[in-house]
């Protein structure tokens, strides 16, 4: 069995990080992190704000995503700028989702100190909106900024996770699966040239489909191990919020970025 461990409101003391960290469970679902109201006048608001193409339109962002701009730095810190006043024009008054967040992880390690990632006096982006409209999918693929951030101060972190927010669900579909099996660099002859990586590396792995996510939980998975979200079957799009969480000096700081 390999399954998530799910974690009832407030309970926040069980989040076993180093769990997902070595890979013992896929994922962590900390069920309504944030309540249903919320998140559908964030996803309301979201989908009347115009966003950007990346993988050539088959995904619809809100905000720059590091891996897209692995050597175009300046670019990077550029968009990160921008996306901050679309990204408070659609929280406005309401509260971003990071100081939630933050609050989760200083109680998950008192010790730590937990701020947006920062590299000579550049803020990184806080976090990427996904809105991915029926008909669409995300590709079997890892994220490693030790790998593929190797140009940001970022890179050197010792451990990655993932963490997103479900703000609104399809109906169907729009699975995450993920796969029990960390991405190594002799993989790499398995990648597409868009994006993601051969169905051949996961095949006979042992994997994990959450099928039941709800809006308003929150899902960290270790994306080191290889991941993909199935096709959007149904006539909403899924509306997500997405950040990197890393750990460095022996968990002594946590930055976030996307
Ligand atoms: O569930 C999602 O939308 C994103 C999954 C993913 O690729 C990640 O968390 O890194
Ligand atoms: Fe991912």
Known sequence: MWEPLVIQKSNWKKIDCFSLISAEIPAIILKQFYEKD???SITSRILGTQSNNFQNGKLTHIGPFLMSYATKKRDYFEQAKEAQSRFDIIF?????????????????FPESETSLANESGN??????IRIHEPGKSIQIHKDNVGYEGKEYSISNIDNQLSCVLHLQ???KGGDLII????WSRTDEKF???DFGYSSELVDSEKSCKISNIEQGDLVLINPIQYHEVTKIQGPSPRVTLGMFLGFSNKMQKIFSWA
């Open 38 to 40: 919320y998140c559908k």
């Open 92 to 108: 406005g008054d309401r509260q971003i989702p990071t100081t939630r967040i933050f609050k989760m992880l200083k109680m998950v």
């Open 123 to 128: 803020d990184f982006s806080p976090f990427v």
């Open 169 to 171: 669900e399809s109906e």
């Open 179 to 182: 796969y029990k099996r960390k």
């Open 191 to 193: 990648r597409n040239i």
